[in-house]
Nanobody, 122 residues
Framework: QVQLVESGGGLVQAGGSLRLSCAAS????????MGWFRQATGKEREFVAA????????YYADSVKGRFTISKDNAKNTTFLQMNSLKPEDTAVYYC???????????????WGQGTQLTVSS
């Protein structure tokens, strides 16, 4: 069992930057692949980014590629999502996830956090 707690959400102007953090706890939490999903009001939840357990492989949704960067600090069991050049359409609740297996574009979470709200104003 892995517990995930997100932080760092908030209100930012378009063009700005923000970094989300996800603290993982539980048995062998640092070995898990990690990912971020988001869900905007009235829309389906969508994949944002994923990173392998060791941090050497990453995969991004086309909508955030070149603007967002996922990384993880296994010593601190923390995963980050650095978000630059933010757009109003990035407004959503962002969820941290963990998976026992990293599958790149087929990433499928086993565990979910509670989510953190990001609002980008125009």
């Amino acid at each position: 069992q892995v517990q995930l707690v997100e932080s760092g959400g908030g209100l930012v102007q378009a063009g700005g930057s923000l970094r989300l953090s996800c603290a993982a706890s539980g048995r062998a939490a640092s070995n898990y692949a990690m990912g971020w999903f988001r869900q905007a009001t009235g829309k389906e939840r969508e994949f944002v980014a994923a990173i392998s357990g060791g941090g050497s492989s990453t995969y991004y949704a086309d909508s955030v590629k070149g603007r967002f960067t996922i990384s993880k600090d296994n010593a601190k069991n923390t995963t980050f999502l650095q978000m630059n050049s933010l757009k109003p359409e990035d407004t959503a609740v962002y969820y941290c996830t963990a998976a026992q297996i990293y599958r790149g574009f087929r990433y499928r979470p086993d565990y979910w956090g509670q989510g953190t709200q990001l609002t980008v104003s125009s």
